[in-house]
């Protein structure tokens, strides 16, 4: 496995890779590898040729009270665990490299920044537009056929593949499930930023998204589910940004469950860590057929 951190010596390889008819697979990451990220990896190993893994703490999606000084950052740790997961490249870039002097270009998708973790009572859209950025330079450096990404942070990816269709960018954009802790809290890099005890009450994320999802496979009214999921977070303490139902794709907020799939998304400060989960209720394959014909419009004549 080879490491670069320039984008002339990445473009050569690549280049050499494509002269060998290999198709190309690109991983971005921020490094403190994990589970959730050796999952992509594995995913491009399986279904392209030539997987490169971008390692990159990008300054421009953190903002000036984010933790960009204090990021974990462990790139022995992570080539190990790239290698084992099946990278064949690194690129590693500088900031410098990525940003020389005179650097002045954003690449912006507008509207969905502006919901969930882009609100201003959130992030801030500014976060966005750091990430379409870099990924879209990753993306002309690299030229891959697939990227491979979280299913965890589900507004990236409608994002992302908004900014994709918009600009046709020819690869195509993989979304991988999130994955989990034993006790079923979604693996973040972040996750380590928690103490003990907030390390327990973190667990009540995935049980809200849970039990609004099986409130939903229940024939429950959606709206009910969202507000006892609140009240039960605020009785344990835990301060949520947002706990939210939206369409997955245009991220438009949805009232009622209908034919279409829903993204239920929550972001909350656990002591020091910002965390984010969410489910996708998609009611066609998870509702009783009972129930989705009722939501048709009875069984059919
Ligand atoms: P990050 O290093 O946090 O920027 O994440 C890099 C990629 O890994 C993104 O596409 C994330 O969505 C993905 N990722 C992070 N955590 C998980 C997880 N628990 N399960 C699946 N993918 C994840």
């Known amino acids: 496995m080879k490491v670069v951190r320039e984008i002339a010596p990445l473009r050569t390889l690549v280049r050499e890779a494509r002269g060998e008819?290999?198709?190309?697979?690109?991983?971005?990451?921020?490094?403190?590898?994990?589970?959730?990220?050796?999952?992509?990896?594995?995913?491009?190993?399986?279904?392209?040729?030539?997987?490169?893994?971008?390692?990159?703490?990008?300054?421009?999606?953190?903002?000036?009270?984010?933790?960009?000084?204090?990021?974990p950052r462990d790139e022995a740790r992570d080539l190990e665990m790239a290698a084992a997961a099946g990278a064949d490249l690194i690129f590693a870039p500088s900031a410098d490299s990525m940003y020389p002097e005179g650097f002045s270009t954003t690449v912006e998708v507008t509207g969905l920044t502006d919901v969930l973790c882009g609100a201003d009572t959130s992030r801030g859209s500014a976060h966005f537009k750091g990430v379409t950025t870099v990924v879209c330079k990753?993306?002309?450096?690299?030229?891959?056929?697939?990227?491979?990404?979280?299913?965890?942070?589900?507004?990236?990816?409608?994002?992302?593949?908004?900014?994709?269709?918009?600009?046709?960018?020819?690869?195509?954009?993989?979304v991988m499930p999130t994955v989990r802790e034993a006790d079923g809290l979604a693996m973040s890099s972040r996750n380590r930023y928690l103490s003990d005890e907030d390390r327990e009450r973190s667990v009540r994320l995935n049980e809200a998204l849970s039990a609004v999802r099986d409130g939903l496979a229940a024939g429950e009214d959606l709206a009910d589910l969202l507000a006892a999921a609140k009240a039960d977070l605020a009785s344990a303490g835990i301060e949520i940004e947002y706990l939210e139902a939206r369409d997955p794709e245009s991220l438009e907020p949805i009232e009622t469950l209908d034919k279409r799939p829903v993204l239920v998304a929550i972001a909350a400060q656990i002591g020091p860590a910002r965390l984010i989960d969410n489910i996708i209720f998609d009611p066609q394959a998870d509702l009783s057929t009972q129930q989705s014909l009722a939501m048709q419009g009875g069984p059919p004549r």
């Open 21 to 71: 008819g290999r198709t190309i697979g690109l991983v971005p990451t921020m490094g403190a590898l994990h589970e959730g990220h050796l999952s992509l990896i594995r995913a491009a190993q399986r279904e392209t040729d030539f997987v490169i893994v971008s390692i990159f703490v990008n300054p421009k999606q953190f903002g000036p009270s984010e933790d960009f000084e204090t990021y």
């Open 138 to 174: 990753l993306l002309n450096a690299t030229a891959p056929d697939n990227a491979y990404f979280g299913q965890k942070d589900a507004q990236q990816v409608a994002v992302i593949k908004r900014m994709v269709r918009d600009l046709d960018m020819p690869v195509e954009i993989r």
